[in-house]
């Protein structure tokens, strides 16, 4: 029989009534033939508060306890949904990863995927039992449980896909699709019927929250199709796909931002071989996420290094230049941070095979005053910082510049 | 290394703060060169909300699933303490039920323990690592968790000090010890520095609620020593031993009571071989705890049968009997049902050897006018039926006859 995997986020597990409606969807893929493997989150908010206790016990916690104690969340789900499936007259019953196993390796906290064993799965199937597993959580090397870190559950759901060779993998969420652009930023977003892997990739890792990024890389990798949906409503989500998969092909696919950015420069360093590395090591090692770089023009031997990241991370990457600049590994003359930008991008597949993206972009911008701070690009990807004041315009803008209302 | 089992019940860990009071409790005894496992309960409160969830996902709900879902509250519990502990600097490690293993039979939601393996555990005391192992859970034969039932850590922590050759076992609790009778009803009650296993099974079954009875049977096989005390005050608690251990003999050391207990006659029963395998095994079948039997003299070849069970079970009594007498198994004249008594008992090793003890209690209850209903005996044990409305009475009246104030 043909495989589904079917994944519920925390809201969509929220109490036992919202148990139920997701239940009420399984039973509908079962009922049309299919082999379902649900993978189940924590309920809404039990996560947090699991990890809020442990963080009270101590604040150099050991990740193995903080693993055995936050994982929990999942096995209450998973038994839950069983229950509630079994009483709609679906066959199922739970698995946590250890029984599965689904082996990681020791890293705790944020364990990596070694292997997925499916033969006690698969022989329930046999049985025309269905599974419910536990997402976000393995079995280490030590016989110790572990976690995939915030989010896994994605991650679980489509590592299940790839090992039992699903038809899709399905990841039900509070929102029913991939849109264009943030609805709350723009009334002419539209969701998506199809987005390629890489796509997503950079839209999730640009701040689109709607899956975690090791899925989606996972996804690419073993080319499981995702469908994002929502398990409130009975609208078709959007697929997550092969480009070759999606028709159309469209030269920008969506606009991702990022509120809460800030841009530092770092003025007068020397312009030497090994200064990039002083700096950018010294920011590592202090934690910060470094995200744009960019170096200025040279004038008598010296120059402006200026970067981008989180702008709660600023205090940190104080901290870590002053050190540098200390330690002798850094010399500069002065230091301009602003922490009132945000950062727009514009990402799609189409980008490679047309030019003039990037042209359309600064002139849309420019049309509506909008100053452009730093750039970077990718291959698929243009991203831009602006001032936080011209984020919504921007969006806006972009979207209207790209013709997005029109797709589908 | 000497070993101690310490175990904590669901208030004495209700909270991070009472965690923390357990974690100073085990660090003392780390102090005194003790090797610990310390067992624990879920936080208080929380195995009542899981089973609520399970409960309203369906009436007749798969108790594998129960188990998964139930349990998880002793691993929270479990991950917090051994994180509190490498805080206080005790290093330490949390196990579930399966890590141990503590293997059981497939009885789930009240399954026995089968045999538990303390290979890993007592490796890791000889690398100085002390035990936290979640109470109340096992192991299945076919690798799914199992649950002890209600109460089921003590049973859990009396295994754990027996397999491991444990000193004691130390069952913390929010009473500081066993009392020779319910100290809400007379301030008389006085604390037992010792009790022997015998009278604590009788008073345990006899519903004092301090320990769970089979924790109290698998202690007297297995001799291990169990100690009673508070988690909130640092006096002695109570030891739980053999007869042989306490020195000074008495004739009853507490007094039990059952508040809502029901009285059931059965009127006009054919006197012949086979009718009170008739009445009870129906009874039985019924899902009735019969507790006390009494068949009075036969006249005109007809009898009077007598059984007491709680109050709550009437209304199933009923249908049994009447069942009984519809298939034609049982055959009777009338049914007399008086819900509106109690049961009191007192319970000494010395009933054993000393006589006159039964009379000196009819004696003490005729004195303050309280009619005895039923009468049962046992070695160490006599219990009476009596009206509801003189239960406190006739508590005061044995705790004064056996002069129960004066023990310590």
Tied chains: 1, 2.
Aim: aromatic share 6%; proline share 2%.
């Amino acid at each position: 029989m043909p495989r589904l995997v079917m994944k519920f986020g925390g809201t969509s597990v929220a109490d036992l009534d919202r148990i139920r409606n997701a239940a009420t969807r399984v039973k509908r893929e079962v009922d049309r033939g299919f082999d379902v493997a649900v993978v189940v989150s924590a309920m809404a908010g039990k996560t947090n508060e699991l990890v809020g206790w442990v963080r009270q016990t101590s604040l150099l916690y050991d990740a193995r306890e903080y693993d055995a104690v936050v994982s929990s969340g999942e096995n209450v789900t998973a038994g839950l949904m069983a229950l509630t499936l079994q009483e709609m007259g679906v066959p199922a019953r739970s698995w946590q990863g250890w029984q599965v196993p689904l082996r990681t390796n020791a890293s705790h906290g944020s364990a990596r995927i070694v292997s997925i064993d499916t033969e006690a799965l698969e022989k329930k199937f046999g049985e025309g039992l269905h599974a419910v597993i536990a997402g976000f959580q393995g079995l280490s090397p030590e016989g110790r449980i572990t976690t995939l870190g915030r989010g896994g559950s994605d991650t679980s759901a489509v590592a299940f896909a790839a090992a039992l060779g699903a038809e899709r993998c399905d990841i039900y969420t509070d929102v029913d699709g991939v849109y264009t652009t943030d609805p709350r930023i723009t009334r002419k977003a539209r969701k998506l019927e199809r987005i390629a892997y890489e796509e997503m990739l950079e839209l999730a890792s640009l701040g689109a929250k709607v899956l975690q990024t090791r899925s989606v890389e996972l996804a690419m990798r073993y080319k499981v199709k995702l469908q994002v949906l929502s398990s409130f409503s009975d609208v078709p989500g959007t697929i997550v796909c092969d480009e070759e998969e999606i028709m159309e092909s469209r030269v920008v696919s969506g606009i991702a931002h990022s509120r809460d950015e800030a841009k530092v420069t770092v003025i007068g360093v020397p312009d030497r071989p090994g200064i990039a590395a002083a700096l950018f090591g010294a920011l590592a090692e202090g934690g910060v996420n470094v995200d744009m770089i960019v170096q200025n023009i040279s004038a008598d031997g010296r120059t402006d290094m200026t970067f981008s990241c989180p702008v709660d991370e600023v205090p940190r990457a104080r901290v870590a230049i002053d050190a540098a600049k200390a330690s002798g590994a850094l010399d500069f003359t002065g230091l301009d941070v602003d922490e009132d930008v945000s950062k727009v991008s514009i990402v799609g597949i189409g980008m490679r095979s047309q030019t003039g993206v990037a042209h359309r972009m600064f002139q849309a911008l420019a049309r509506d005053g909008v100053n452009i701070k730093v750039i970077t690009t990718s291959e698929i990807k243009v991203s831009v910082l602006i001032d936080r004041k011209y984020l919504e315009l921007a969006v806006q803008a972009l979207h209207d510049a790209f013709e997005l209302e029109k797709i589908s």
